[in-house]
């Protein structure tokens, strides 16, 4: 079902939208599938092989190796999202696995160029204020004015490295867990929805906070389709040969690679730069 006329001037006014008990039902499929990808990977989600106290862990592609998570971008739940606010010929851009531990600075997401681009976020566990929930800055995902401005100076992943210890202490007299924000509790099922330019982050909670994403964007205008090469080449951190993974290129019908064909049309550099930073991880190894 399409998102209706409050929600989507919510969102456009907000940043962000909470759905709650999108797939309540489905929560036992979601938590296999979620531990399946995992430790396909080689994560563990039991034992000491997930003492995560001190860092994120991330899978890359996430939903792309999953028969059932390849097909929620099928859903009517999750493809009308996409439809309400991307557009009919929205682009199914990637997606990430997550098993977060400690605090996430404040930040926005890559923009990918002028274009509207929007992550869906799955939290599997629950999570409230104090245990690490989502907290989102209302309307900071709006360019230009003063206040996206003063925001962006305290954005932990745009400072210059040796600008980033004490933010937003140094800015504003208060740690980040203060700033002014909402929270956004989640409980298994939920899905919440926010734009890549909202400022978001997390403080406090356990070692094993479980979430993937879905992330979408509007398709790119034929003739400009630089921003389009430039967000796939940024998979070669993750060291992918192609836009998607094969999981997701296998079981797709012809509605869904509507969706995915701007983002494979142009991956062809995609290879090369993966292999550059290979050979760059296993010299610095090497060293």
């Known amino acids: 079902m399409l998102l209706t006329e409050q929600q989507l001037r919510f969102f456009e006014t907000f940043g962000y939208l909470a759905l709650r008990g999108l ?18 990977n080689g994560g563990g989600l039991d034992g000491a092989a997930d003492d995560l106290e001190e860092r994120l862990t991330i899978v890359v592609p996430f939903v792309d190796q999953h028969p059932y998570l390849c097909s929620l971008i099928d859903d009517p739940r999750i493809y009308d999202i996409g439809v309400s606010i991307c557009g009919e010929d929205f682009n199914y851009m990637t997606s990430d696995g997550n098993v977060y531990s400690g605090d996430t600075p404040w930040h926005s997401d890559c923009s990918h160029g002028a274009r509207l681009s929007i992550k869906l976020a799955f939290y599997l566990d629950p999570l409230d204020v104090a245990s690490g929930s989502l907290r989102v800055i209302p309307g900071s995902h709006l360019k230009g004015g003063r206040f996206s401005q003063m925001l962006n100076a305290v954005d932990f992943y745009r400072a210059p490295a040796d600008a980033r210890t004490g933010l937003p202490e140094k800015a504003w007299g208060v740690p980040g867990r203060d700033v002014p924000s909402v929270a956004l509790e989640t409980e298994p099922g939920d899905v919440l929805v926010f734009q890549h330019e909202l400022k978001h982050a997390s403080f406090g909670g356990g070692t094993r906070r479980r979430m993937f994403t879905m992330n979408m964007q509007k398709r790119q205008p034929d003739d400009d389709l630089e921003p389009v090469r430039k967000s796939v080449g940024n998979l070669s951190r993750h ?14 019908s012809p509605k869904r690679m509507r969706h995915l064909e701007q983002r494979l049309a142009n991956d062809g550099h995609l290879p090369a730069l993966s292999a550059k930073v290979r050979a760059e991880r296993q010299q610095a190894a090497g060293d």
């Open 23 to 40: 797939f309540r039902d489905e929560v036992d499929k979601l938590n296999d599938a979620f531990r399946e990808v995992w430790t396909a």
């Open 239 to 252: 060291l992918m040969e192609r836009a998607y993974g094969d999981v997701m290129l296998r079981t797709a």
